[in-house]
């Protein structure tokens, strides 16, 4: 059971990530740290977004969160999503939290 779980979660990052590469730095930030889990597009409909129960940015909550929310979630990690607050700068932050309202949008 626990190698049919790692292997479906390699099998969505292999599948998920590379395509997310390609569009520029934000896109490429959201694809290293937050793609595995919320899907390229956002929608939260990967394998391991379903079996961690990971938000989708489509929905209506997350839409009407803040930016300063969403930066704050995004450095301080919530739930079992990490804290990138050591990871990433404060422009950076600021950047992916743009790069999921433009997810919000489509």
């Known amino acids: 059971m626990k190698f049919t779980r790692s ?3 390699l099998t ?3 599948l998920t990530v590379p395509a997310v590469f390609a ?5 490429s930030l959201y694809g290293s740290k937050c793609a595995m889990c919320h899907g ?3 929608k939260a409909a990967t394998p391991v977004a ?8 489509d929905s209506a909550a997350s839409k009407k969160q803040t930016n300063a929310a969403l930066t704050a979630i995004v450095e301080d990690g919530k739930g079992k999503m ?4 050591s990871q990433l700068s ?6 992916l939290v ?8 489509k």
């Open 7 to 9: 292997l479906v979660v």
């Open 12 to 14: 969505a990052a292999v």
């Open 23 to 27: 569009q520029g730095p934000a896109a």
């Open 40 to 42: 390229a597009d956002g």
């Open 50 to 57: 379903k079996m961690m129960g990971v938000p989708s940015f």
């Open 82 to 85: 990490p804290a990138y607050k």
């Open 90 to 95: 404060g422009t950076q932050v600021k950047e």
């Open 98 to 105: 743009a790069y999921i309202r433009t997810l919000q949008k």
